[in-house]
């Protein structure tokens, strides 16, 4: 069965620092791998993808996310946080090989803080 | 904005009332899904729909009834709900294609509240 993990709750980070919201997932064959971001009062937007190809994905609003098959993790990345970044992620997978739905994490807060 | 609308924003019912959700996409995708989000919950996705066909339905109690009349308009049919039916109802639309998987466009949600 495939599954998706988001550890964190909430991360804080100051603004300008770096940021990470990890993610790791399972499956049985290959991964499609996605991050969303959903603001106060609104659905849920695409970030970014994995697919296939290059482990270093890039996405909108300066994020990127790096796909480590052997850890099974799919950490997204900003090397300078906004305080406009704060808002809930939400990491999610589907397993390439097999026709199952696509999972989501449960989410996890970001606070940056000025 | 996605190009995905969802009517109402906001939406309170009594236990034994009747009312439906109504999901718009200006995308021209072929698959729509409902999604519950709750509090402090994973997002539980509902229904799928692929070509106007229903293609999933995970375990959803008979008082949520989806009605997908063409590939851009998604319904959900509401009667004899319980309080712990009260959440976020999100609907979201994707170009399914056979050999990929693209990301999803979700509306705004209805927020509903079952008193």
């Known amino acids: 069965a495939q599954s998706v993990a988001q550890p964190e709750d909430q991360v804080n980070v100051a603004e300008g620092n770096p940021l990470t919201v990890k993610c790791t997932y399972s499956v049985s064959g290959n991964p499609y791998l996605f991050w969303y971001v959903q603001y106060p009062n609104r659905g849920l937007q695409f970030l970014l993808k994995?697919?296939?190809?290059?482990?270093l994905v890039k996405g909108s609003y300066g994020f990127e996310a790096e796909f480590n098959k052997s850890q099974t993790s799919f950490h997204l990345k900003k090397p300078s946080a906004l305080v406009s970044d704060s808002a809930l992620y939400f990491c999610?997978?589907?397993?390439?090989?097999?026709?199952?739905?696509?999972?989501f994490g449960k989410g996890t807060r970001l606070h940056i803080l000025p | 904005e996605t190009g995905v609308t969802q009517t109402p924003r906001h939406l309170v019912m009594g236990m034994t009332n009747k009312k439906s959700l109504k999901c718009e996409q200006h995308l021209g995708h072929n698959a729509m899904y409902w999604y519950k989000q709750s509090a402090k919950k994973p997002l539980e996705l509902m229904f799928v729909y692929s070509l106007e066909e229903r293609v999933e339905n995970n375990s959803v109690p008979s008082r949520f009834s989806p009605e997908c009349p063409n590939s851009s308009h998604l319904f959900l049919h509401l009667h004899t709900l319980q309080p712990e039916d009260s959440a976020l109802y999100l609907c979201?639309?994707?170009?399914?294609?056979?050999?990929?998987?693209?990301?999803?466009?979700f509306g705004p949600g209805t927020r509903l509240t079952v008193l």
């Open positions: 999610a997978v589907r397993d390439k090989d097999r026709d199952d739905k696509i999972i």
């Open positions: 979201a639309s994707s170009q399914e294609e056979v050999e990929d998987y693209n990301e999803q466009f």
């Open positions: 994995y697919i296939t190809g290059d482990n």
